[in-house]
Structures are given as structure tokens and as C-alpha cells.
């Protein structure tokens, strides 16, 4: 198949050359209903925001353009096949497991997943068989699965439907997803691959193997995170041992009738460029990665970790495109950090949590972008450094699962204040978003350790999210528990 070709792209323009009269949705007809709107994102786009018509073909039902795109995007990731998907990579993850899973059924993976994945099995009534990740003490971060947990997992659980991995985390940590997809095929089970933060590991040199190159089933990718396209697009990609059929029809029960051409042709462009250049763009990521590295741990008190934290097993391998900074021998949590960069230096970074802050960088940063965000810190060092004893070191917090996120969530419950839920089973999700991975997920108990972490994070000035009360005053438990 010929990658330079881009057929959404090449269906728009015609459909734009053709002067086609649009007596169908959607209703600002190429703008000119909407002029304000026009005004702000620009009469190409707008011109762009088409609906779904035998030329451009259909989402739900593709036989012709988007088919073809979807086909070349299954070639350039190594899969069988590839779906559009323009409900975020939260609407791929779930379309995995719910293609997989139903109630009562076993899946088995981290618990350090991404919210999507708790609603997911909030929708299907899946059991999960939590995988506890080792910890980094010194960085304060969970790391990925460790193989002798993973084979503990699968033989305590044979029945179990799938295997969950992240590859990688947000912090770049990668488990040996080789290995344990060898291990999940050998008993039966599908592996199931969240690569939001992973859309470079089919492109570029050098990096951790992708979970397509690995045998995964199933992986869900973020395309507007690393791999350019406008957000809220990605994929879901999936290997040979998957019904495509059938996945698409667990897609269609979620995901949109009213699919978008603008981000559909921007996965089908970003797709172009990535197969292309990929390997160029995501050299030029890693030497800006490395550089920023080298500078800020020339500093003093920051910690840029990379490759030298990997140890073959809970951290196999490390995304060297992620640039995680320690902050804590600083005296400062890594959400105050995140704060002071945004509110006095006009620099957004991806997400500050206890420990560290998370810096993403890709294709459209610039050498002089690094040396601004270098500045800062140092200068932020300087002002701000204070001694570190009374700062949380956090340590993964093993979940005491009393029942299942569906039977929780749709139970009877009750609010509660918040310091009044020791005890109680929670009935919906606590996490800090980003990274969205829940500090409480539905059916599971409520800890003092946890509460404290909850309140040491609203001090802090983290950026709580899931509970009914938008003030995280109180949370909804289960009543009569």
C-alpha cells in the first residue's frame, strides 16, 4: 500500500472542488451559519466539517475512503486491522474490554490503569484481578508488572478472559510485554495494550517494543498525544487472533454516529507523516528528551530519570521521549512545581503529582522551548527550595476490593463527608487528572491511608476529578455497608 496517500484528505478535496450545496448537517453549512465561529478556527476547517455522505464514506459502516485509510494505518502499525477512532482513546480502551469481557468475567491487569479502563468495567460487569505494581520509593511513581506477579495472577485465575498492560506508563515505564503476551496466549487469554503514551514505539529507533511487534491483541493509541493529530483522535488497532467484525460492532455501541472529518482526516494525515518520517521526527523528540535531561540534572535536587532506572523486570524498559522530573529533594511536591511554572512562567507542563512533574515532548518543541523550561526550574530552585521533611513520599496503596466497580457504582449509596467514609466502600472513583489513574475505584474500601493522600493532594492544590460533589467534599459509599 502506498503510505504517502492520505484518502480522507484526497475525499475532502473533491468534495470541496465539487462546490457540493449542503442541504443535510451540519447546520452552520461551511460556516457561513456561524461567521464568529468562522472567524476563530478559519473557513478551511469549517469547510471541512462535513457529514458522512457515499463519497466520504461512513464511520460506522466504512466500505470506501475511510476503509482505505484505515487500511493503510493497519499496515504502518504492524496490525491486521485498524478503527478511527474519534471518542478518544478512552472509547478504544473500553471497546477492548467490552469486546472481551462480560459480566462476571475475569481481566487481569495493573492497577495503576487509566480511569477509562474502571468505567469500562463499570459498563461490562467484568471482575478485575488487580496486578499491584512494584514501587519506585526514591521517585514515588508505581512501575509496571513484574513477570513473577503476572504468571502468580494467571495461575490463580485460569478462567481469566484477558491481560491488561500499559505500555507504557505515563511515566514511561514499560513492563516486559513480550513475555507476558508469550505467557497470556499460552493459557488462553487475550492481552489487551493501553498505548496512549505509545503511538512512537512503531516509528521511531530504538524504542520499547510496541504491543503490536510484541503479539498483543488489541491496543489502543493516542495519535494526538505524540503522533500529531488533533485531540480527541486515536486508534484501536488489532492482531490476527481478533473478530474484526465483531470489535467493530463493540465500537458502534459507543462510539459516535456522527463521526468528524476533521479528526478523522487528521489521523489519516498524522498516519502519512508518521509513516514517512516517523523515524526522523521521533530521533529529533529523543534528542531534545535527552538534552532537557542533562541540563536540569545539572541543576541540583532535580531528578530527569531515564534508561538507568530500568532493571529487566517491574521497569523492563523506559520511553526515552519522557522527560519525568523529580522534584521532592527540592523541598516541593511536584504539584507545586506544576503550579509555579504555569502561574509565574507561563509553562504548561503535562501534570505535576506528590513527587514529580511530567514534561511532554514531541516533534513541535523547540531547543529554545527546553532551555526556557530549564531556566525555570532553576530559578524556581532557587526561590522556592525549602527543606523537604513533612513532603508525602508516595507509596502505592494497595486496594481492598470488596465488590465489583459495576455492582458498586449501581448500587444504593449514600453521600457522605469525606472524613466521615473510613470504613465505607466507595460507589464511585477518586483519581488527580491527569494522569486519571483512580486513588479510589468503585467497590473499594476507603482507607485512612487513602483519605490521607486525598486530603494531602487537595492542600497540595491537585487537580481532583470523578466524584459526584465537584468539590471533593463528599463522596458517595455504598449504603448499609
Known sequence: MDQSRAPILEALQHHKA???????????????????????????????????????????????????????????????????????????????????????????????????????????????????????????????????????????????????????????????????????????????????????????????????????????????????????????????????????QVIGLTQTTSGSYLLMSSLDISRKNLALRGENIFEKVCDLAQYAREEINQIGDYYAYSREIVNQDSIYDFDPTKLSVHTLEAGLAGIEVYDILRDEYDIQVEFGDIANILAYISVGDRERDIERLVSALAEIRRRYKRDKSGLMRFEYISPKVMTTPQQAFYASKQALPIEKTKGHICAESVMCYPPGIPILAPGERITSQILDYINYMKEKGGSLTGPEDLNIEYLNVLKGD
Open 18 to 248: 465539487a462546490r457540493v450545496v449542503p442541504f443535510d448537517v451540519p447546520g452552520h453549512k461551511q460556516g457561513r451559519g456561524n461567521p464568529e465561529l468562522t472567524a476563530f478556527l478559519g473557513r478551511a476547517c469549517m469547510e471541512a466539517d462535513v457529514n458522512s455522505s457515499k463519497p466520504l464514506d461512513n464511520l460506522c459502516h466504512p466500505v470506501s475512503v475511510i476503509r482505505e485509510a484505515e487500511e493503510l494505518a493497519a499496515q504502518a502499525f504492524g496490525a491486521a486491522h485498524a478503527y478511527f477512532m474519534v471518542s478518544g482513546t478512552t472509547s478504544a480502551v473500553q471497546s477492548m474490554i467490552l469486546s472481551v469481557c462480560g459480566r462476571g468475567d475475569k481481566i487481569i491487569l495493573p492497577r495503576n490503569v487509566h480511569r477509562s479502563v474502571i468505567g469500562a468495567l463499570v459498563l461490562c460487569g467484568a471482575v478485575p484481578v488487580y496486578v499491584n505494581p512494584q514501587t519506585d520509593k526514591r521517585l514515588g511513581i508505581a512501575l509496571g508488572m513484574a513477570m513473577d506477579d503476572v504468571n502468580k495472577a494467571i495461575e490463580q485465575n485460569p478462567e481469566a478472559k484477558a491481560v491488561f498492560v500499559n505500555n507504557p506508563t505515563y511515566y514511561g515505564i514499560c513492563s516486559h510485554i513480550e513475555q507476558i503476551v508469550k505467557t497470556a496466549h499460552a493459557h488462553g487469554m487475550t492481552v489487551l495494550a493501553d498505548e496512549a503514551h505509545g503511538t512512537h514505539f512503531y516509528f521511531g529507533s530504538g524504542m520499547p517494543e510496541s504491543a503490536m511487534g510484541a503479539g498483543a491483541d488489541m491496543a489502543s493509541i493516542s495519535m494526538h498525544k505524540s503522533g500529531g493529530s488533533l485531540t480527541q483522535s486515536s486508534l484501536l488497532v488489532s492482531g490476527p487472533r481478533v473478530n474484526a467484525g465483531h470489535l467493530r
